[in-house]
Structures are given as C-alpha cells and as structure tokens.
C-alpha cells in the first residue's frame, strides 16, 4: 500500500510558476507510472502528465510549459508548472499505477488547489 501527498499548490498571477511535489509513503520504485490529473470547478479530472521508465507524456494544452519528473530516493514526484494561465486553474492530484499479477491498482493523493489569477 502507498499513500500519495500532494503540496505546493496555492495563488499565483498568470504567467508565474508553481512546482508541485507528492511524497510517497513507501517506496515509488514500485509504481510503474507516475501522473498528475487536474479537476477544474464543473469539470471532470482530466489527465496532465505521466512518466515512465524515463519517458514523459503532456497533455498538449501544458506541453512546452509543465515538467514532470521523479526521484526515487525521495520518493517524491514533481510538476514544474511554469507560465501559467487561468486556465490551468483546478484541483492537482497526483496518480500513481502499481502492476501486480497482470491487475492495475491505482493510489491517488488527496490533491492541491493550484488557482491562477488573470
């Protein structure tokens, strides 16, 4: 069992930047995909960034301006977040993918209110 803690979230202008972090309990080693997921007030949690195994995949509305990035022994995840628009405004989760005996279980932290004023 993992349990995920998001935090860096909080008030900044367009145009300013924010790093997310989540702290894993345990150890990260085990979960093979790393994400954040955003909820805008009125809308549905929408995928933002994942990594794995070095890789990294953006959402095309954040590619070029977040940065998504692990470090194990810390077994913390990061979101750079950088020129940010109102648009960006949500709740930020953080998402973690475990794969045991071909069955996919999912830990997610409780999130952090990123708000972006125009």
């Known amino acids: 069992q993992v349990q995920l803690l998001e935090s860096g979230g909080g008030l900044v202008q367009a145009g300013g930047s924010l790093r997310l972090s989540c702290a894993a309990s345990g150890s990260i080693d085990s979960l093979v995909v790393l994400g954040w997921y955003r909820r805008a007030p009125g809308n549905q949690r929408e995928w933002v960034a994942t990594?794995?195994?070095?890789?990294?995949n953006y959402r095309d509305s954040v590619k070029g301006r977040f940065t998504i990035s692990r470090d194990n022994p810390k077994n913390t995840v990061y979101l750079q977040m950088n020129s940010l628009k109102p648009e960006d405004t949500a709740v930020y989760y953080c998402?973690?993918?475990?794969?045991?005996?071909?069955?996919?279980?999912?830990?997610w932290g409780q999130g952090t209110q990123v708000t972006v004023a125009s």
């Open positions: 998402n973690g993918k475990q794969y045991i005996d071909l069955k996919v279980y999912d830990y």
């Open positions: 990594i794995r195994s070095g890789y990294t």
